[in-house]
């Protein structure tokens, strides 16, 4: 198999590490394959990539958009190191409010699996960090919403304080007053 897939704390949520072969000339991997993360039960359709490079330090999230766009995501960092967030915001889940984090680097390649329901954001922890992304739908300004990245209630452990954000990041409400599902 190309990828080792591994659910998370939260199950929906699933780390991916692509087999890389590597050799004198340098490295390949594959990225995607639907065939493999079908039978890994991701069987999603992408329909747009993106592509962000932040400085240390800069905080991007906790973004979703709400039905009927929501957004799942296939998220990596092509450069640098992020630490990586899911917050589970789907109303009368068993792990509503709960959040899961991990460190994609351009070193481990790892890549993480968020659908559609979750709340997502990144922290740049290396000097510069480059990220790349899959979504199952489009942007849809009317539909994008987000949660205040140091929401109390939910507690995430981040690995830097003070974080820069843009302004829209800085004003999103608390999970309990997001408008979300």
Known sequence: MSFHFERLEIPEIVMI???????DRGFFMETYKYSKFASAGIAER???D??????RGV???????NPPKS??????????????VAVDIRKGSRTYGRWVGAFLSEENKRML????GFAHGFLAVSEVAEVVYKTTEEYAPENEAGIIWNDPKIGIKWPMECP??????AR????SEAMNG
């Open 71 to 84: 957004q799942g995501k296939l998220v990596r960092a092509i450069s640098g190191e992020v630490f990586d």
């Open 17 to 23: 590490e692509p087999k890389v072969f590597h050799d």
């Open 46 to 48: 992408f329909v747009q």
């Open 50 to 55: 993106n592509h962000s490079r932040s400085s």
């Open 172 to 175: 999103w409400p608390v999970l």
């Open 164 to 169: 820069t954000l843009n302004p829209k990041d």
């Open 113 to 116: 699996y968020i659908p559609d």
């Open 59 to 65: 905080l991007r999230g906790l973004h979703y958009q």
